[in-house]
Each structure stands twice: as structure tokens, then as C-alpha cells.
């Protein structure tokens, strides 16, 4: 071999590992970070995004919101400032998962690119992130599947944190929504971490309106019409007050006789009222039934039986 194709061999070899190795590997890089930018500025805008504040209504403004607003805020029954902080929130959130997404899949590319520049034999690599990718499939599918739960219930506002909800064997206020588990504090204080995989069913009791229900025992000597009317202005009182007027979003209604027994007959009466606040409503209205019943001679059942007593040191006995 001459002198010349010794040299031109070598001018080859140190152009290609000096000059065009280092330039794909660059623009490798470069297309990336570019697709890795471009993909990030997409999903801020999906959402994160910020339309002009106008008057409600203008449909000019509602196209120029972010779509994943728009969708989070079609799903979302509350209104006010909060319902747009929880859209907002959970928008975030899912904007934070899918930019996480994006760079790892550009990292994964961008190093298996330069491996292949470098002339190293990626198939077994490609073949062993399979198996692996299968054995944490296996060994993680739980942690998959509550990721993938947590994600559905922040794009379906199924709760957000300040709700009440019931998900099955624990029922409290929720204290933080994430991807992987829920917190919630009972009424006795105490903190439930719920995986969101293991919920199959979510009760809300803070969405769009509440119901007070107060079933209210009389004797089955009362007058039944009476004590209707009797606890339905009662109710009317209640909600006339200024402290609970706020809290009611309806009229009061007197359903009838519920249950019908040996001892006694229930009547009940409903009344909507805002979220969370069906609680403090019935107890108010109970405590105001009584009261009129008592102010109005109803009679409430009691049981029935003797009363012994002693008395100048013989017993006696009274019916």
C-alpha cells in the first residue's frame, strides 16, 4: 500500500470521527432541545395559558382560551374564583406530567442516536429496555395504574381539594389531589393517604348543590297535616334567618310520611342548599321542628312501659 493511500485512509478516518461524528451528534442534540422547546411552549399554552379578561359571554375570548382550559372548564359545575383556581391547578399539573413525558422519550432518543453515531450496536440495548420495560410493567402495575386513575380524575374534576367525598371505606374533606394518592382528614382528624388506583367509586358531596333531608318522628296520635305545616314553617323561619339564608339555594319541601311503624311515623323534609353547608342546615332544622312542635302541643312518640318507684318504704307503682 502506498504512501498516499495510507494517507488518504487516515484523512478519512480522522474527518469522519473529527468533523461529521461531532456534527451529528450536535445536530442530534440541537433537533432535541428545538422539538423539546417546541413541545413545551405547546403544552403551556394547552395549559397554562391566559385569555384577555372580558366581559363573560364573549365568545371571541372563549376560542382564544387555552383548549384544555376550555375543557377543564366545561367539566367544572362550581364557578367563581375557586372552580377557575382548581381548573387552573389541575391544568398545571397535567401540563407538569406531560412535559416530564416529552423530555424523557427526547433523552431516550437523543442517547440511543449518538450510541448509533458512535457505531455501537443499539439493538441489544433497544431489546433489553424491552424485557426491562416489561418486568417493571409487571412489578409496577400498580403504581401504573394509579397514575393513570389520577390523571383521569384531574381531567374529570371528579374532586378537588376543600370537597367532601366518600371514595368506599373512608369518607372526609380532601386535602391534596395528586397523580399517585389522595389525602383525606375524616371527621376525627385523622389523614387517609388513598392510592388513586384503589378507588372504583367517588361520592362528591361539595359539587353544584347539597341536600339538607330531615325525617322528623311524631306520634301516631298527631295530626298529620298540622305537623307538616308546623315543620314547614318552622323551616321558613330558618331560612329567613340572615346566618343561614347564605347557606340555602332552595325553598323547603315537605315530602310526607316516610316511614310508618308500631311506635311511630316519620315525616321528612328536604331543602338544596350549597355545597358543604347541608350539615349545619340540618341541624338547625331540626333543632327548630322540635321546638315549634313543642311550642305547637305535637306530640313525639316515647316508649311506652311502668315506672316503679319506692315510696314511704313500700314499692309502687305507677302506669
Same mark, same amino acid.
Given at each position: 500500500m502506498s504512501v498516499y493511500n495510507v494517507a488518504f485512509?487516515?484523512?478519512?478516518?480522522?474527518?469522519?470521527?473529527?468533523?461529521?461524528?461531532?456534527?451529528? @451528534?450536535?445536530?442530534? $442534540?440541537? #433537533?432535541? +432541545?428545538? &422539538?423539546?422547546?417546541? %413541545?413545551?411552549?405547546? *403544552?403551556?399554552?394547552?395549559?397554562?395559558?391566559?385569555?384577555?379578561?372580558?366581559?363573560?359571554?364573549?365568545?371571541?375570548?372563549?376560542?382564544?382560551?387555552?383548549?384544555?382550559?376550555?375543557?377543564?372548564?366545561?367539566?367544572?359545575?362550581?364557578?367563581?374564583?375557586?372552580?377557575?383556581?382548581?381548573?387552573?391547578?389541575?391544568?398545571?399539573?397535567?401540563?407538569?406530567?406531560?412535559?416530564?413525558?416529552?423530555? @424523557?422519550?427526547?433523552? $431516550?432518543? #437523543?442517547? +440511543?442516536? &449518538?450510541?448509533?453515531? %458512535?457505531?455501537?450496536? *443499539?439493538?441489544?440495548?433497544?431489546?433489553?429496555a424491552g424485557v426491562v420495560g416489561l418486568a417493571i410493567g409487571f412489578g409496577a402495575q400498580n403504581l401504573v395504574k394509579d397514575f393513570v386513575t389520577g390523571v383521569f380524575m384531574l381531567l374529570e374534576d371528579q374532586y378537588g381539594v376543600g370537597d367532601t367525598v366518600d371514595v368506599g371505606d373512608v369518607t372526609?374533606?380532601?386535602?391534596?389531589?395528586?397523580?399517585?394518592?389522595t389525602t383525606l382528614r375524616d371527621i376525627d382528624g385523622t389523614l387517609w393517604y388513598v392510592r388513586n388506583g384503589e378507588i372504583s367509586r367517588v361520592g362528591n358531596m361539595s359539587q353544584d348543590f347539597a341536600v339538607a333531608r330531615v325525617e322528623v318522628p311524631v306520634a301516631l296520635t298527631a295530626d298529620v297535616d298540622r305537623a307538616e305545616q308546623v315543620a314547614l314553617d318552622a323551616a321558613h323561619e330558618v331560612i329567613a334567618d340572615p346566618a343561614m339564608a347564605h347557606k340555602v339555594v332552595g325553598e323547603p319541601e315537605m315530602l310526607g310520611v316516610q316511614e310508618?311503624?308500631?311506635?311511630?311515623?316519620?315525616?321528612?323534609?328536604?331543602?338544596?342548599?350549597?355545597?358543604?353547608?347541608?350539615?349545619?342546615?340540618?341541624?338547625?332544622?331540626?333543632?327548630?321542628?322540635?321546638?315549634?312542635y313543642d311550642e305547637h302541643g305535637?306530640?313525639?312518640?316515647?316508649?311506652?312501659?311502668?315506672?316503679?318507684a319506692v315510696v314511704g318504704g313500700k314499692p309502687a307503682e305507677e302506669n
Amino acid at each position: 500500500m502506498s504512501v498516499y493511500n495510507v494517507a488518504f485512509e487516515w484523512t478519512e478516518t480522522n474527518r469522519h470521527w473529527l468533523i461529521e461524528v461531532p456534527i451529528r @451528534i450536535a445536530a442530534y $442534540i440541537v #433537533v432535541a +432541545l428545538l &422539538v423539546r422547546f417546541l %413541545l413545551h411552549r405547546m *403544552i403551556d399554552r394547552a395549559t397554562t395559558g391566559k385569555a384577555r379578561e372580558v366581559r363573560s359571554g364573549d365568545m371571541e375570548v372563549e376560542t382564544k382560551r387555552p383548549p384544555l382550559v376550555r375543557y377543564l372548564r366545561d367539566r367544572a359545575s362550581a364557578a367563581g374564583g375557586r372552580a377557575a383556581e382548581r381548573r387552573q391547578q389541575r391544568a398545571q399539573t397535567i401540563g407538569s406530567v406531560l412535559k416530564s413525558t416529552v423530555s @424523557i422519550l427526547l433523552l $431516550i432518543w #437523543v442517547v +440511543l442516536a &449518538v450510541l448509533s453515531t %458512535l457505531g455501537v450496536n *443499539i439493538a441489544p440495548f433497544i431489546a433489553s429496555a424491552g424485557v426491562v420495560g416489561l418486568a417493571i410493567g409487571f412489578g409496577a402495575q400498580n403504581l401504573v395504574k394509579d397514575f393513570v386513575t389520577g390523571v383521569f380524575m384531574l381531567l374529570e374534576d371528579q374532586y378537588g381539594v376543600g370537597d367532601t367525598v366518600d371514595v368506599g371505606d373512608v369518607t372526609g374533606e380532601v386535602q391534596s389531589v395528586g397523580l399517585r394518592i389522595t389525602t383525606l382528614r375524616d371527621i376525627d382528624g385523622t389523614l387517609w393517604y388513598v392510592r388513586n388506583g384503589e378507588i372504583s367509586r367517588v361520592g362528591n358531596m361539595s359539587q353544584d348543590f347539597a341536600v339538607a333531608r330531615v325525617e322528623v318522628p311524631v306520634a301516631l296520635t298527631a295530626d298529620v297535616d298540622r305537623a307538616e305545616q308546623v315543620a314547614l314553617d318552622a323551616a321558613h323561619e330558618v331560612i329567613a334567618d340572615p346566618a343561614m339564608a347564605h347557606k340555602v339555594v332552595g325553598e323547603p319541601e315537605m315530602l310526607g310520611v316516610q316511614e310508618l311503624s308500631a311506635d311511630l311515623l316519620k315525616l321528612r323534609m328536604t331543602v338544596k342548599t350549597k355545597p358543604n353547608a347541608q350539615w349545619a342546615v340540618q341541624r338547625r332544622l331540626r333543632r327548630a321542628v322540635l321546638r315549634a312542635y313543642d311550642e305547637h302541643g305535637i306530640d313525639l312518640p316515647y316508649p311506652q312501659g311502668r315506672i316503679h318507684a319506692v315510696v314511704g318504704g313500700k314499692p309502687a307503682e305507677e302506669n
